[in-house]
């Protein structure tokens, strides 16, 4: 009975407003069980934002989504620039950043992955246990790096022929008609579609539903990083589970679409290792689906073999290479549609590579690729100045330990995160001269005057190799875009032939109105979101279908 009394009372006494304090009080404790469990960095290190106290700790999460670059900046001038590192806020589940300068870079890029993880800082930031169904991403990762260099020169005629279907469906072929597009579906509308070329061949790289659901996929990892980076942690296990159903649901539709293909290639690759005579003549294709499979009966790992496994592979390298090229190409439109057309940037992007494509007998090559010096500028110098995130190389500390620096003395304990700032890098006057101006030729200049030299005048083997260094898949320091060290993006060749062989094809067969000014996209936090709404006028140029 009085137990019946206390659980009345108990009912009672949840209004709704009871309600919302107790959820107010467990999130509010939820936060300060975070922030208490967070690495603790030195006094020694300076801060940018409001502090580490509890009190600023609580302002830096407000603020984190709209001051996080004023606070990038304020440290790169403050500390970076005299080689210092700074600590900066980061979203409520993360740990605050430790942002290492430029001299230092190579300390932080050379300790061992036993020490600072590459992995890990990209698991915790994608959220990988729970968008990834917990399928662990070194094996894709790892096929990717043994992989596709090696086989780049034979995925070139694949890729091109990919390239000019994927743009005469995008862009159309009516030579008498303007067509206005919108510049970022126009680029959803190639790049998926010549990427999987290389990850699963012709046709299933042309079904539209496939792909779709590859960037439905895609999308559903940047949205619900966003979103359980704003979640205290201990909640996630809660979230995170209802959030990533659309992952589930969008990998299902491109696993059905797939699975005849993954099927019928681990039977042809096990009849042609049988030494079925059938076979004799049969080679399988050089794609990432053949080199996953490769790999895992190379290293013994027979639950590899799995259809569904295998199309969870192809996820994480999907998940690499399709937005950060789509938002590659659609800066390079934004920064050559608005470039100073005095500079007439398209008329000589057009004038090389009809030139060197000319000379080639219509195929592209290696070679004939590598040549394309200011188109390669080109592209390089949008990535510089149109960096769609503050830092794009994170290291997480592994070691249990921690790491010391040993230029400033400093102790991060493990769980805290180090990173390299690309956008104070790369807007840095004192490395880029006008650093916020587009100048498409920055780096093909000294390049060209190299070339244009008297054979006998360019003996130097130094000086050589520094002029091979200017094209835009020589990472460093300096320039970031695909990270730098051990862990720079691997699939880097293949996107300067992609970004190479879609320029030349639109110019060449297209005319692209100018825009009136760059349009602008919106920081939230150390990302842009692209102003995706632009849209582009194009035309197909008569004699060229
Ligand atoms: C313009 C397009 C691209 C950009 C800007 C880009 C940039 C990056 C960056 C910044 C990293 C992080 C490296 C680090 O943490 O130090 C990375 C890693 C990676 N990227 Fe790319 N990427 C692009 C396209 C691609 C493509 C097309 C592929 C696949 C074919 C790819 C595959 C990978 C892989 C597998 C990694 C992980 C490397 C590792 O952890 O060792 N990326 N990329």
Redesign the pocket.
């Known amino acids: 009975m009085g137990n019946e009394h206390i659980s009345a009372r108990l009912l009672e006494s949840l209004t709704p407003g009871a309600i919302a304090a107790l959820i107010f009080a467990i999130t509010v404790g939820c936060f300060i069980v975070d922030f208490a469990s967070k690495p603790r960095y030195p006094k020694s290190l300076p801060r940018v934002g409001f502090g580490d106290g509890l009190l600023g700790g609580l302002k830096n999460l407000l603020y984190f989504t709209v001051r996080y670059n004023t606070w990038m900046a304020e440290g790169y001038k403050k500390y970076s620039k005299h080689g210092r590192s700074f600590v900066v806020p980061s979203a409520p589940s993360r740990p605050q950043e430790i942002v290492v300068p430029r001299s230092q870079a190579a300390w932080m890029?050379e300790l061992p992955d036993r020490m600072l993880s590459?992995?890990e800082?990209?698991r915790d930031a994608l959220h990988n246990d729970y968008q990834f169904f917990g399928t662990d991403?070194?094996f894709?990762?790892?096929t990717?790096?043994k992989h596709?260099a090696r086989n780049l020169v034979g995925l070139i005629p694949g890729l091109q022929d990919e390239v000019h279907g994927a743009i005469d469906d995008t862009f159309g072929v009516d030579t008498d008609h303007w067509k206005s597009l919108n510049l970022w579906e126009a680029w959803l509308g190639i790049v998926p579609r010549v990427?999987n070329r290389?990850?699963v061949g012709a046709p299933l790289c042309r079904d539209q539903g496939f792909l779709d659901s590859q960037v439905a996929f895609a999308d559903d990892v940047f949205r619900n990083s966003f979103i359980l980076a704003m979640f205290p942690r201990v909640f996630q296990p809660l979230v995170a589970p209802m959030f990533v159903l659309p992952n589930w649901w969008h990998w299902r539709k491109s696993y059905l679409k797939s699975k005849p293909l993954i099927e019928q290639r681990l039977y042809d690759m096990a009849r042609k290792a049988s030494g079925d005579p059938a076979y004799d003549d049969w080679q399988p294709p050089e794609e990432?689906l053949t080199w996953l499979i490769r790999q895992a009966k190379a290293d013994g790992l027979g639950h590899e073999l799995n259809p569904e496994l295998l199309s969870k592979r192809l996820l994480?390298?999907q998940f690499?290479?399709?937005h950060?090229?789509v938002?590659?190409?659609f800066n390079l439109f934004l920064d050559l549609l608005s470039s100073d057309p005095s500079l007439g940037c398209l008329d000589a992007i057009r004038e090389e590579t009809s030139r060197v494509l000319g000379e080639d007998n219509g195929a592209w090559t290696k070679q004939g690729l590598a040549r394309l010096h200011r188109t390669d500028s080109a592209i390089k110098e949008s990535?510089r100045l149109s960096n769609?995130?503050q830092g794009?190389?994170?290291?997480k500390v592994v070691a249990p330990e921690g790491v010391t620096n040993p230029a400033e003395g400093w102790h991060a304990p493990y769980g805290a995160l180090l990173m390299l700032d690309?956008g104070g890098t790369h807007h840095d006057p004192e490395l880029y001269e006008n650093p916020d101006h587009y100048d498409p030729w920055r780096f093909s200049r000294v390049r060209q005057a190299y070339e244009a030299r008297p054979a006998e005048d360019r003996r130097d083997p130094d000086e050589a190799v520094e002029m091979k260094r200017l094209g835009m898949v020589t990472t460093s320091a300096e320039f970031?875009?695909?990270?730098?060290?051990?862990?720079?993006?691997?699939?880097?060749f293949?996107?300067a032939h992609?970004?190479k062989m879609i320029l030349a094809y639109l110019l060449q067969n297209y005319d692209i109105k100018p825009l009136p000014e760059r349009p602008k996209g919106f920081w939230f936090g150390g990302n842009i979101l692209p102003p995706v709404q632009v849209r582009i006028e194009v035309r197909r140029r008569k004699g060229t279908i």
Do not use: N, W, Y
């Open positions: 890029l590459t992995k800082a990209h991403d070194q894709p990762i790892q990717i790096h596709l990427t290389m990850l990432m994480p390298i690499a290479a399709i950060t090229t938002m590659t190409g990535m769609f995130a794009l190389t994170h290291r690309m970031l875009p695909f990270s730098h060290g051990r862990h720079a993006c691997p699939g880097r293949f996107v992609e970004l």
